[in-house]
């Protein structure tokens, strides 16, 4: 069943993110399980929404190559993290087919 995992990082700029993702890679060298990333910023803060086959395949790729990045580039902490089972997905562009 695929897994939502819903984040919050207060204080994590953009261009920390834009390195983070540089480094890891994850939009080129896609992990294991992961199936859709959006990432936002309000008022200092990133807001992230992942779907994930499953959790575990989640809690790998953060141990394996998130917190390395976050190391190498002297970011500090971890985001707040909400993970459920999903309920229903729908994609649209799945979903209204060739254009």
Do not use: C, N
Not at 55 to 83: D, K, M, N, Y
């Amino acid at each position: 069943m695929p897994t939502v995992i819903m984040q919050k990082w207060a204080g994590l700029t953009p261009e920390q993110y834009d390195r983070l993702r540089e480094y890891v890679q994850w939009d080129r060298d896609i992990p294991a399980g992961m199936t859709y990333h959006v990432a936002s910023f309000d008022q200092g803060t990133l807001h992230m929404t992942d779907v994930w086959d499953s959790e575990e395949q989640f809690g790998t790729f953060v141990q394996t190559r998130i917190v390395p990045g976050l190391e190498h580039l002297g970011i500090a902490g971890l985001p707040e993290s909400i993970v459920t089972q999903t309920h229903d997905v729908f994609d649209v562009a799945v979903a209204a087919g060739p254009r």
